[in-house]
């Protein structure tokens, strides 16, 4: 029996913990991991972690500083089971009482269908984990492969840069006919997708994969249309699944994630965090009738933080309310975006302005509108610019505060050329 358990060794689950021994909590807590590492920076797995000669342990924390939290560690160990009703987790055969839980078991990679792909195929790989990384790293590095990315997203879409950094073959197959159009929008989707165009990375929108070849190894993909690309390294980045298959027999609503109000509790005793929570962000109750779910690094943080303070202390839960964020590093650019880039169909469809530089030299930033709200911004290569932005959304601000905020910036980036 523990005090808190905490399901999902990641980023939302370490924080979990640290938050409540900073806050001085001293009852017992037990960190329920399925794999046997160490809790690890996710975010790094796409990018240097590929990318660089000697890329950085992305643990955060060694084991000697782990201690320090006081956690009982269960590592390597799925969780089974949930019986809501006797407080109970079954994690490898054994029964973990809980007072509070804490449920962040992310999400897992969607695989190709196996009438598309057969399980197994050599050299073809899937990025959620660090195992993952490390075997597509050494993919990488074994002679010139010609590598192909299923999935314009912006996993894909790293793994790609990073590729075509090393001066691989690389081409990029996308179902949709505009990469990205449900994560920044149509427009949006087309000015980032000429970031690969200029560095040589081949985009193919608007095809499926019809079945990929091989013996043993794969050789490469057949698209819908009839094309076929010589392939010695595919990547699958079509999406990622949440973690509930081991709550079916529970009594939580599980449906794209697991289902829970303002506070994140799924049920009595219960909260959720991270890739797996779906929850109402009342933030955006003027945009989005549903409820949100978010596979980002800070929402995954701050969630798993107030999971667990409320988890120990429901009385005085606390609604979680936030504008997302999340960037992104292609090649040389920084990608960054915050709130929201569309409504649903009860709400003002969402528009797009371009209010500093231009899609055409690659550096801009433009703002989202929906009626006559501010609702998102999306920033490349305007590092400086885009928490400007979220400041302004999360406090409601209107599209006419934007535009101001906009010429602001505009002014001030003229006075600082300027005395250059």
């Not at 006919?177 to 000429?194: C, F, I």
């Not at 030299?361 to 998102?376: K, M, P, Q, T, W």
Request: glycine share 10%; aromatic share 4%.
């Amino acid at each position: 029996m523990a005090d808190l358990v905490v399901v999902g060794a990641s980023l939302a689950g370490l924080r979990a913990v640290e938050a409540v021994r900073n806050d001085g909590f001293s009852g017992s807590i037990a960190l329920v991991g399925a794999e046997e590492h160490l809790p690890y920076d996710r975010p790094p797995l796409s990018k240097e972690h590929l990318g660089d000669d000697e890329p950085r342990d992305p643990t955060y924390r060694e084991q000697e500083k782990l201690a320090e939290l006081d956690v009982e560690l269960v590592l390597g160990a799925p969780a089974e089971s949930l019986d809501v009703g006797n407080r109970t987790v079954t994690v490898g055969g054994r029964e973990i009482g809980y007072s509070g839980l804490v449920i962040a078991t992310g999400a897992d990679a969607r695989p190709l269908p196996a009438s598309v792909c057969a399980p197994g195929l050599a050299g073809v790989v899937t990025l959620r984990t660090l195992d993952d990384s490390r075997h597509l790293r050494e993919l990488l590095r074994q002679g010139t492969p010609r590598v192909t990315v299923v999935g314009a997203g912006f996993i894909g879409s790293e793994i790609a840069a990073v590729a075509r950094t090393r001066g691989l073959e690389v081409t990029i197959v996308e179902a949709l006919p505009v990469p990205l159009v449900r994560g920044v929008g149509e427009r949006m989707g087309r000015a980032l997708t000429s970031i690969h165009e200029r560095h040589g990375t081949t985009v193919l929108t608007g095809v499926s994969v019809e079945r990929v070849t091989g013996s043993g190894h794969v050789e490469s993909v057949v698209l819908g249309d009839g094309t076929e690309i010589p392939t010695d390294v595919l990547v699958v980045g079509i999406g990622a699944t949440p973690n509930t298959g081991w709550l079916e027999s529970s009594s939580l609503t599980v449906d794209n994630g697991v289902v829970a109000d303002e506070t994140l509790a799924a049920a009595p005793g219960v909260y959720v965090a991270g890739d797996v929570a779906r929850w109402p962000n009342a933030l955006f109750d003027d945009v989005l009738s549903t409820p949100m779910r978010l596979e980002h690094w800070t929402s995954a943080s701050e969630q798993g933080a107030l999971a667990a303070r409320n988890a120990l202390d429901p009385a005085s839960a606390k609604a979680y309310e936030t504008v997302p964020y999340f960037w992104s590093d292609w090649y040389s650019s920084r990608i960054q975006f915050v709130g929201v880039s569309r409504a649903d169909d009860e709400h003002p469809e969402v528009e797009t302005e371009i209010v500093m530089g231009s899609e055409d030299d690659g550096a801009f930033v433009a703002l989202y509108r929906s009626g006559e709200r501010l609702v998102g911004a999306l920033a490349v290569d305007k590092r400086a610019e885009v928490m400007q932005y979220r400041r302004l959304i999360l406090n409601r601000a209107g599209w006419s505060e934007g535009l101001e905020k906009a010429e602001e910036r505009r002014q001030r980036a003229a006075k600082k050329a300027a005395a250059q």
